[in-house]
């Protein structure tokens, strides 16, 4: 999957504070996001979060070609 820094994804089950959407500020081998109800960060493997992910909210507008 494509993923690129500001983008903001849809995970299928919410966070503990209620928040579905997450905006991610790190990708490599290991994806960092940022809950947008809580402001919670988290790193997690690329793998795992890949597949949590319901669908891509919002494609970042800083896209490098």
Same mark, same amino acid.
């Given at each position: 999957m494509d @993923? $690129?820094?500001g983008d903001i994804?849809? @995970?299928r089950k919410p966070h503990?504070? &209620? &928040?579905r959407h997450?905006?991610?500020l790190r990708v490599g081998a290991d994806i &960092?996001?940022?809950c947008l109800t809580c $402001?919670?960060?988290i @790193?997690?493997?690329r793998s795992r979060f890949e597949s949590r992910i319901k669908r891509? $909210?919002?494609r970042s507008k800083d896209t490098i070609l």
């Open positions: @993923l $690129q820094v994804v849809e @995970l503990p504070c &209620g &928040g997450w905006r991610i &960092g996001a940022e $402001q919670r960060y @790193l997690v493997s891509l $909210q919002e």
